[in-house]
């Protein structure tokens, strides 16, 4: 049964791809203010596969070929990292804070050896945790901070590790839900207060609902097919804001590429911040 409707769509775009609060759309990023019930603009530039917020409430964008800060002030870009030229690395893809600050950060690359997702801690000391995947996608953690949810978007199953909240180490990887008999494919993903897990739909029209047991529990349909992430928003947390493709621009495909804001019975947990410092980068 599905107990979440639709309550309106906040965003029109024309854009090839959007994503939500945690991705890029194109080349431009936007706030969405829910109080006014406006957005801003506040950067155009390299294209962004993810970020996180720092502690100070600049960004952390993880772009194309690099890593830079936006200062959300002055809307000044510094170059922090540069990604060393390879064939196999095509971009960042999503990204991730914990708790102590640190971030997991996937990629998309030309074969499964080559991608994966990598740890980055304070200082930029970068280590690759997990490879054997093309596409790289949605991470979340469960409520108590001992899971770590990861999609591999090009095998079509989403894994769960254990994850150490002191140290940011993760063990014991299994696959936790699979899509392989489903013509969609996982994508971005979020979790709630009760540990079901959100799963963004790609050619799938809709989201899952998983509970912590692995069992499908809930749908929730929408009017485009490429949905691609979403996250919770609003006081109570109870609102999903949810992000899609967009279409050749027919009149079929009117609704392709917007942004949705649904009402749900589920209520979300807020996004970690990171505390990333920039000694030495490129060191």
Not at 185 to 210: H, S, Y
Request: net charge negative; with cysteine.
């Amino acid at each position: 049964m599905n107990l979440i409707s639709i309550q309106h769509q906040i965003w029109s775009t024309k854009y090839i791809l959007t994503h939500c609060t945690k991705k890029h759309i194109l080349d431009r990023l936007f706030v969405w203010n829910e109080a006014t019930q406006e957005s801003e603009q506040i950067y155009s530039g390299i294209r962004v596969g993810g970020f996180t917020i720092q502690e100070n409430g600049n960004l952390l964008l993880f772009r194309e070929k690099d890593i830079a800060l936006f200062d959300r002030n002055n809307k000044e870009i510094k170059h922090i990292y540069e990604v060393a030229e390879s064939k196999h690395f095509q971009r960042f893809n999503d990204v991730i804070a914990d708790q102590n600050g640190n971030i997991f950060a996937g990629v998309m690359s030309e074969t499964d050896i080559n991608g994966g997702f990598y740890l980055l801690k304070d200082g930029f000391e970068i280590a690759k945790l997990v490879g054997d995947s093309q596409i790289s996608n949605g991470f979340a953690f469960n409520k108590s901070n001992t899971s770590l949810y990861w999609v591999n978007t090009s095998k079509k199953i989403i894994y769960k590790f254990d994850y150490d909240h002191k140290t940011s180490q993760i063990s014991n990887q299994k696959e936790f839900y699979s899509y392989t008999d489903q013509l969609c494919d996982p994508d971005g993903i979020a979790t709630d207060q009760d540990n079901n897990l959100f799963v963004a739909k790609w050619e799938g029209a809709g989201i899952d609902v998983i509970n912590s047991r692995g069992v499908l529990i809930d749908k929730i349909d929408l009017p485009v097919k490429k949905i691609s992430s979403m996250t919770f928003g609003g006081q109570s947390l109870d609102t999903l804001y949810i992000t899609s493709a967009g279409g050749t621009g027919s009149p079929s495909e009117a609704l392709d590429g917007s942004i949705f804001c649904v009402k749900t019975d589920y209520k979300g947990k807020l996004e970690f911040r990171s505390k990333i410092g920039f000694v030495n980068p490129s060191s």
